[in-house]
Structures are given as structure tokens and as C-alpha cells.
């Protein structure tokens, strides 16, 4: 985290050309989607831009059949409608949506408006809001006889829809919370499930650990890898072997679900001239970013998993936060005689 650096003053910036959006946010994962609802709500035309051909990020993308228990408002959700809310609550101010367009790279003029090119367009702004979370995901892959010939065909790194594995006879990979997640899961609907772990010991939430140990179906098999996989047109079966003993064994199954985690990549945000810490783009109190040289950049602001300060929680409900109070400050960017003044939406006519 950088140190607590001051908010410089905001100077009035150009309004005459209709073609420049008074915030644009890249990511239209859940925190960009909380902060389009929110500079809408504050009266400022707002444009999303996502790299990905859906809105929702993390949501959408990564786990929308598991459960969320921890927004307020909603005791259980499945992410995948949770995306759906926010992004109907994103659009009520209609901002523009530019589904698609990867942002390669930003630069600010004198006058202070900020050009950012993707790879299809230009797009100018009066200030940004980075939310790009952990940049472009990609599960691990694993590397096992048939894997690859059999993706999409039985052979899966994500869940799109549990009915995906009704009445299959499905084999786990993994040993984290996810897989045991997703056990969890798809208990109801999937045949039967194996789940097998390369070591001795799961890691997962205790109140996971004792539903899958004393009050599930699951077979679990520890001590073992995935060897292979084998069938026809779909997998028939696949090969596991304890990585004791070498000791190898045949399970028929239909489907197999590999989670063994992933790795992110923030991409082109290495090179977009902003302070990184890792993975990460440290910010200020007011979630302002700073350059290279460790100069605020006026007018851009990050929030939600990528940005970082200390006491950071990469959670939905923090990163909504962070993204009203970016908001709040570009809004003095965009109009210098608001100042700082805090509004309630409950107050408000929409
Ligand atoms: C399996 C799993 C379960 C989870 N469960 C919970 C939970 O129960 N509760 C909770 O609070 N959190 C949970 N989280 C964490 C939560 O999903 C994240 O904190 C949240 O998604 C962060 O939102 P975000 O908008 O910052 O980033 P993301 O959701 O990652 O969205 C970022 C978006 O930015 C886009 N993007 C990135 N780079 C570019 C670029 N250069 N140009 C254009 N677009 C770009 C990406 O395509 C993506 O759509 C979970 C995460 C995982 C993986």
C-alpha cells in the first residue's frame, strides 16, 4: 500500500463533446457493476467495458451455480443470479456496455481527459475506474492422458450448469474448498460423485469437511491423482493412481471436474503505467492509483479485487464499498462544485 497520499485539487474539465463519458469502469465483474448502479444514481453517464462477452465477472465466469451467503440483503444466492441483480440494478441509469473489448491501454492528455484503447476502439472519459479484478482467469490445467482430447466431452474445468451432470456418475479433482464446493453442490443432481485428493487431508471449511465425511454419498479417495482418461465420443472412464504406491485403478465415470485451482493473470495492466504491488494496484483512502513514480494519477481510481491497501478483503461486499467511495470522488472530478457530499439513495428521486 502506498502511503496516505492527499486528493490534489480538481480542476473543471472540458464537458462540450457528448462523446466523453463522465466515468468509464473496466470490468464489469460485481464491483464494476455496483459502481455503474452507483454513478448512475449520482448522475454521471457511465460506459463498462469487459474483456469477456458476458457481465458478471467472477460470478459468471467462475462459480455461477455455488451459493453466496455473505451479501447482505440475500441469506443464500447463487452467484450466477446474484450477477443477474447487479446487473440489472448496473443498468438502470443505462450506461453504455462494451462487452468484448480487452483495454489495452490508458493515457491522460493536459486538458485531462483520458483516452483508453482496446482492441476494437477508443474510448474517452473524464475519469476511470479500474475493476478489473484478478485480470483474465484460467483454471489450472492438468496434464493427464486424454485431458485435453476430452475437454468439453466429459472433461471439465468449470461448471456452467449443474444440469451438465445430471445423472452422471462424476469424478471430483481437488482437495480446496471448490471442490469440496462443488461436491457439495452437485450432490443432488450428479449420480454419483468421487472425489479424490492428492494428499491426506482436505482443505476446506469444517462444516464442509463434516458434511462430505459423515453426512454425504461422497466417496472419497485421498492419497490419489488422475492418471488418465479414456472413452469414445464422451469419457467412459479414467484412470487413478496413488502417489504412494504408484497403484493404479479404473473408475467408470461420465464426467470428470477438474479443480485444482487457478491462476490469474492481470495482462495488459502491466503495462498501463500504473504503481503495481504483485498482482495488485495499491491505492489511497480516496482508492486513488498512482504512476510508476508513485505520482497520483488525477482522476483514476481502482477498486474491488485488484486493488490493494492494508486491511484489504477481496470480498463482494467490501469491494461495493470501495467502488461507492471511487465514485463519490470522480464525482468531484467530473464537477468540482460538488465537492465531497454525501447522499443516500433512499433520498433521492429515481
Ligand atoms: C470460487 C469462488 C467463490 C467465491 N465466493 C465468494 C463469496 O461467497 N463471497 C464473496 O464476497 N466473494 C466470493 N468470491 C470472491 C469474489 O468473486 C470476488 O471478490 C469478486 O468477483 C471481485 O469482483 P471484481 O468486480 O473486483 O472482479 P471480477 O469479478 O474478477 O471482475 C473483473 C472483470 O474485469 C474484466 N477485465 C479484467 N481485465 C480487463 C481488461 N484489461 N479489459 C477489460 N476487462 C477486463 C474481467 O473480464 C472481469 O469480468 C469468490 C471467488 C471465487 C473464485
Avoid at 457528448?18 to 464489469?28: E, F
Avoid at 451467503?69 to 448496473?90: I, N, S, W
Avoid at 474448498?177 to 460423485?193: C, G, P, Q, R, T
Avoid at 504406491?245 to 495488459?268: H, M, R, W, Y
Wanted: hydrophobic letters at 40%.
Amino acid at each position: 500500500m502506498s502511503a496516505i497520499l492527499q486528493e490534489p485539487e480538481p480542476k473543471t474539465l472540458p464537458r462540450e463533446n457528448g462523446s466523453i463519458t463522465d466515468v468509464t469502469i473496466i470490468g464489469g465483474g460485481p464491483v464494476g457493476l455496483f459502481g455503474a448502479f452507483y454513478a448512475g444514481l449520482r448522475k454521471m453517464s457511465v460506459k463498462i467495458i469487459d474483456s469477456l462477452p458476458e457481465l458478471g465477472g467472477q460470478l459468471s465466469t467462475l462459480y455461477p451455480e455455488k451459493y453466496v451467503y455473505d451479501m447482505p440483503g440475500f441469506p443464500q444466492v447463487l452467484a450466477g443470479a446474484l450477477a443477474r441483480e447487479m446487473t440489472e440494478q448496473a443498468l438502470r441509469f443505462e450506461p453504455q456496455v462494451c462487452l468484448g473489448e480487452m483495454v489495452l491501454k490508458f493515457e491522460r492528455d493536459p486538458e485531462g481527459i483520458i483516452t483508453l484503447h482496446t482492441q476494437r476502439a477508443q474510448h474517452r472519459t473524464r475519469t476511470l475506474i479500474i475493476a478489473t479484478g484478478a485480470g483474465a482467469f484460467s483454471p489450472k490445467r492438468l496434464n493427464a492422458t486424454g485431458v485435453e482430447q476430452f475437454e468439453g466431452k466429459g472433461v471439465y474445468y468449470f461448471v456452467r450448469s449443474k444440469a451438465q451432470f445430471e445423472g452422471k456418475r462424476l469424478l471430483i479433482v481437488g482437495g480446496g474448498d471448490s471442490a469440496v464446493d462443488w461436491a457439495m453442490n452437485l450432490a443432488d443432481s450428479a449420480k454419483s460423485i468421487t472425489l479424490i485428493h492428492r494428499r491426506d487431508k482436505f482443505r476446506c471449511h469444517e462444516e464442509s469437511l463434516d458434511w462430505l465425511m459423515n453426512r454425504s454419498q461422497v466417496e472419497t479417495i485421498l492419497w490419489h491423482e488422475l492418471a488418465g482418461v479414456m472413452g469414445g465420443e464422451q469419457v467412459e472412464c479414467a484412470e487413478i493412481f496413488d502417489n504412494r504406491t504408484q497403484e493404479k485403478k479404473t473408475l467408470p465415470v461420465d464426467a470428470v471436474l477438474l479443480n485444482i485451482g487457478f491462476s490469474a493473470d492481470l495482462g495488459p495492466v502491466k503495462q498501463w503505467g500504473v504503481r503495481l504491488e504483485g498482482q495488485t494496484i495499491p491505492v489511497n483512502q480516496y482508492m486513488q492509483v498512482s504512476d510508476t513514480e508513485g505520482q497520483l494519477i488525477p482522476g483514476v481510481y481502482c477498486a474491488g479485487d485488484v486493488a490493494a491497501f492494508p486491511g484489504k478483503l477481496k470480498l463482494i461486499a467490501t469491494g461495493c464499498g470501495e467502488i461507492a467511495t471511487a465514485v463519490y470522488h470522480a464525482k468531484t472530478v467530473v464537477d468540482p462544485s460538488v465537492r465531497f457530499t454525501q447522499v443516500h439513495s433512499s433520498n433521492m428521486e429515481l
